[in-house]
Nanobody
Framework: QVQLVESGGGLVQAGGSLRLSCAAS????????MNWYRQAPGKQRELVAF???????YYADSVKGRFTISRDNAKSTVYLQMDSLKPDDTGVYYC??????????????WGQGTRVTVSS
């Protein structure tokens, strides 16, 4: 059974920092590309950061220079270090794991989300 469990969310003042974690089980973590998405109230879910199984990264323009994604394959965990937080960073943060099976079918698994609230 695949499980992705996010943690580390909470309430923080603008300018503060949080570190989100997403612990994976039931999948071969080293074969996964990992994503962090967020969904702000009343808005669509958006991709915040991505880290490939090779270690390559991508960031949305809105978080570039403030957020850092990393992974620890030994712990099957992906992290999102969020610094210089802004009220616009408020939302529910989700991690997802992506891979392709031997028949080229794309697989994606999601966590339940962790809430981040940034007060002004």
């Amino acid at each position: 059974q695949v499980q992705l469990v996010e943690s580390g969310g909470g309430l923080v003042q603008a300018g503060g920092s949080l570190r989100l974690s997403c612990a994976a089980s039931g999948i071969i973590f080293v074969m996964q590309d990992m994503n962090w998405y967020r969904q702000a109230p009343g808005k669509q879910r958006e991709l915040v950061a991505f880290i490939a199984k090779s270690g390559g990264t991508y960031y949305a323009d809105s978080v570039k220079g403030r957020f850092t994604i990393s992974r620890d394959n030994a712990k099957s965990t992906v992290y999102l270090q969020m610094d210089s937080l802004k009220p616009d960073d408020t939302g529910v943060y989700y991690c997802s794991a992506e891979s392709v099976d031997p028949w080229s079918k794309r697989l994606e698994y999601w966590g339940q989300g962790t809430r981040v609230t940034v007060s002004s």
